[in-house]
């Protein structure tokens, strides 16, 4: 009776004779490299399914001088944003085989430093870095491995940022709600001091003035429903007349401002069309009615920072500055009256 090969004891040479190559070959069909006839690559990368081939990772890491690991440095402890940034990230980095580190600094300084040192002692080829918001935030210096921010911008100038355009994201919700008829509108987002809040506002106004439209509120808060009920109540309590449009800095405020109208008998979207910026799917989809909202497209920026971070790694140019990516509107039942 035919024995069964231990899958572990399969070696390249074992698929380079399924295959009919030689083990160089296979080398290079099974990593992407080299100018062989896709035919070739085809052939060899079959034989290696067939003989369920396991390419020995510390042999090629040793080979290639790579560890094939990345290491992400986060301060989002809620995970809020950098779950979908790492979906994105892996679905990148998992074409090439690489593996992701996680570390969350929480916004310290001395943690950061701790997880940096402890990511370069085990040789990672290179590093994202991500946070909670679009706002700027220290640089980690100039490491000996490619570095890429994304969602929260470096303040060194030198370095990658990937993010969204939060200017372009507001300018789609004002032009959306023009689009339905809304002509008195309002901003309400959170802090005043947050790069996302002025970005948005100055995309808010921006649209507003082109269309004619006329501002009767600009108000900034927290990053809360509690705020977005409050601000609600601000709106209704209005003696010049209420708004007909508002547009808030994150779908928290715009559940909060939703709940909020309603409780002051105003509603939505029949008197006061609402539009929310984030997309979070828990909040947008829980809000009565369902919140319309700026998709800043978490997932795809993670994708398009992990491709150029892997580019880098690979030798190519990692670039300088920022890169804003265009927001999308997701339309649902708070902005477009029935």
Not at 18 to 31: I, M, Y
Not at 38 to 65: D, H, M, Y
Not at 169 to 195: C, D, F, I, K, Q
Not at 292 to 311: E, H, M, N, Q
Request: one cysteine or more; proline letters at 4%; aromatic letters at 4%.
């Amino acid at each position: 009776m035919a024995s069964t090969r231990n899958d572990s004891a399969v070696t390249v040479r074992d698929v380079a004779q399924l295959a009919g190559v030689s083990p160089g070959t296979v080398s290079k069909a099974l990593n992407g490299q080299g100018q062989l006839r896709e035919e070739t690559r085809q052939r060899v990368q079959e034989a290696a399914e067939k003989l369920r081939f396991r390419p020995n990772q510390v042999a090629r890491s040793l080979a290639e001088g790579r560890t094939y690991t990345v290491g992400m440095l986060t301060s989002d402890s809620f995970g809020r944003f950098t779950l979908p940034l790492m979906e994105g990230i892996e679905d990148s980095l998992g074409a090439g085989k690489v593996s992701t580190l996680l570390c969350d600094g929480r916004g310290d300084p001395l943690r950061e430093r701790h997880y940096l040192a402890e990511l370069l002692n085990r040789r990672v080829d290179g590093i994202v870095v991500t946070g909670r918001r679009p706002d700027e935030r220290r640089s980690v210096g100039q490491l000996p491995i490619p570095v890429v921010y994304v969602l929260g911008r470096s303040d060194d100038p030198e370095d990658l940022t990937v993010t969204n355009d939060d200017e372009q994201g507001a300018r789609l919700a004002v032009e959306h709600l023009v689009a339905h008829g809304r002509t008195r509108l309002a901003y309400v987002s959170g802090p005043a001091h947050h790069l996302s809040t002025q970005l948005r506002r100055q995309g808010f106004e921006a649209a507003a003035a082109a269309a004619g439209m006329t501002v009767s509120d600009l108000l900034t808060g927290h990053w809360s429903e509690a705020w977005g009920r409050t601000a609600a109540g601000l709106l209704a309590r209005r003696t010049s007349g209420l708004v007909d449009g508002v547009v808030c800095g994150s779908d928290q405020i715009a559940r909060g401002l939703t709940d909020g109208l309603r409780e002051a008998g105003v509603r939505v979207p029949q008197d006061v069309s609402v539009v929310g910026f984030d997309n979070w799917d828990v909040m947008v989809q829980a809000a009565r009615p369902p919140l319309t909202t700026v998709d800043p497209k978490l997932v795809r920026l993670g994708r398009l920072s992990a491709s150029r971070l892997l580019a880098a790694i690979d030798g190519a140019e990692l670039g300088r500055g920022v890169v804003a990516q265009p927001c999308e509107l997701v339309i649902r039942e708070s902005s477009v009256p029935t």
